[in-house]
C-alpha cells in the first residue's frame, strides 16, 4: 500500500472549516483514498473514502487533485467535538488481504472554542 | 445495539497468565481483524479472518492465537502474557468490496 504524509498537528476555530492535507504520491490506480479519525480513547472512526471523484457525506467532503498524488479532509464547521486524530490511509478496497488498513502517524487536529 | 462490541473493556493481569478477549459484530460482515495501539499510540494490525479463515497475520508471536467460530465472532487468546503486551487492542469487521471498516471500543490490557 502506499505510503501517506500528513502534517503532525493543525488547529482551527470552532464553527470554522477544518482543511486537513494529505500527501500519496506513490498511489496506485486501484487504490482508495480512506479517512479515519480516532477521539482519545475511542476506537477509530470511518469518516470517508474516494477513488478519483470529489466525495461528501454527512461528517465530510473529501477532495481528490486529478493526479491523485494528495486529497484534502473537509470539515465544513468544526466543533469542539471534532477535536481528534485524523488518518489519511490509502489502500485497495475490500475484506481481503489486500485490503488491509495501515495505519500512520495521522495529524492531530485541534478545534479551539 | 453495538455493531461491534469487545469485552472486557479493561483487563489487568499478571505476567505469565493467559487471557482472553472477545468480539463480536452485528453488521453481517464477512471480514474482522485485531489491531493493536501501543504506548507511542501506533495501530498495527494483527490478524485478520474472512468468512472465518485466516487471511492476515502480521508476524505477531504465537502467543497470540485469533479464533473465528463464525463470521461473527473473532476472539484473540494470549497465553504466557508479556509487560511488553500491554496496549489496547481494537476488533474491527468490513464487507469485502466494501471501504469502510466498523471498530469497536478496544481492550485496554495491563499486564503487570
Known sequence: DAKTTQPPSMDCAEGRAANLPCNHSTISGNEYVYWYRQIHSQGPQYIIHGLKNNETNEMASLIITEDRKSSTLILPHATLRDTAVYYCIVSRAGGTSYGKLTFGQGTILTVHP | DTAVSQTPKYLVTQMGNDKSIKCEQNLGHDTMYWYKQDSKKFLKIMFSYNNKELIINETVPNRFSPKSPDKAHLNLHINSLE??????????????????????????????
Open chain 2, 83 to 112: 509487560l511488553g503486551d500491554s496496549a489496547v487492542y481494537f476488533c474491527a469487521s468490513s464487507q469485502a468490496g466494501d471501504g469502510g471498516y466498523t471498530f469497536g471500543s478496544g481492550t485496554r490490557l495491563t499486564v503487570v
